[in-house]
Nanobody
Framework: QVQLVESGGGLVQAGGSLRLSCAAS????????MGWYRQAPGKQRERVAT???????TYADSVKGRFTISRDNAKNTQYLQMNSLKPEDTAVYYC??????????????WGQGTQVTVSS
């Protein structure tokens, strides 16, 4: 059984920083892409940033230059460094990982979500 456990959310003032972590555990053979998504009240979940196993990254336009995604493959962990936070970044942040178990299939897993609140 695979679990993704997130940490690092909280309340911060506008202009501040937070760092989110997401650790995957279980009988994991490989992790392909990893990513962060967020969902604000009344809005659909949106992609924030993704990173491949080789380290290639993508970012939503709204966070480019402010957020940085990274991963530690040895620890099956990904991170999201969030700087210059804005009130519109307030949302529940979810981590995602595409995981393989030794065969050809890949499965998508989600973390439980962590609240990020940015006050003005």
């Amino acid at each position: 059984q695979v679990q993704l456990v997130e940490s690092g959310g909280g309340l911060v003032q506008a202009g501040g920083s937070l760092r989110l972590s997401c650790a995957a555990s279980g009988s994991i053979f490989s992790i392909d892409a990893m990513g962060w998504y967020r969902q604000a009240p009344g809005k659909q979940r949106e992609r924030v940033a993704t990173i491949t196993s080789g380290g290639s990254t993508t970012y939503a336009d709204s966070v480019k230059g402010r957020f940085t995604i990274s991963r530690d493959n040895a620890k099956n962990t990904q991170y999201l460094q969030m700087n210059s936070l804005k009130p519109e970044d307030t949302a529940v942040y979810y981590c995602n990982a595409i995981i393989g178990f030794g065969g050809s299939q890949r499965f998508s897993y989600w973390g439980q979500g962590t609240q990020v609140t940015v006050s003005s």
